[in-house]
């Protein structure tokens, strides 16, 4: 049975940091690209990060680049997000992904999720 468990969410205050974890079980991830995802309050499923399964190529969110950083490990495997300098609009339950076929884009959808963690940033 494939699981992706999330941990790291919590509640802070704006320009704080936080560092979401997911660990990853079930299967081989090895060529899987894996990732972040979240929903925010009435709003659809959006994109936040990916990282290929080398763990040498990144891709992130026109909202996110610049304050967080995605990372992976693959003897675990786990998958981090860093947020550093948290928005309000950051507030959201954030779900990690990891493609079902190898070498695919994580941004195909086509994915394994998490239950999701919630991250909320106070004014």
């Known amino acids: 049975q494939v699981q992706l468990v999330e941990s790291g969410g919590g509640t802070v205050q704006a320009g704080d940091s936080l560092r979401l974890s997911c660990v990853a079980s079930?299967?081989?991830?090895?060529?899987?690209?894996m990732g972040w995802y979240r929903r925010a309050p009435g709003k659809g499923r959006e994109f936040v990060a990916r990282i290929k399964w080398t763990g040498t190529k990144t891709d992130y969110s026109d909202s996110v680049r610049g304050r967080f950083t995605i990372s992976r490990d693959n003897a675990e495997p786990t998958v981090y997000l860093q947020m550093d300098d948290l928005k309000t609009e950051d507030t959201a339950v954030y779900y990690c992904?990891?493609?079902?076929?190898?070498?695919?884009?994580?941004?195909?959808?086509?994915?394994?999720w998490g239950q999701g963690t919630q991250v909320t940033v106070s004014s």
């Open positions: 992904a990891a493609s079902r076929r190898p070498y695919h884009d994580l941004r195909n959808e086509d994915n394994d």
């Open positions: 079930g299967r081989s991830f090895d060529t899987s690209d």
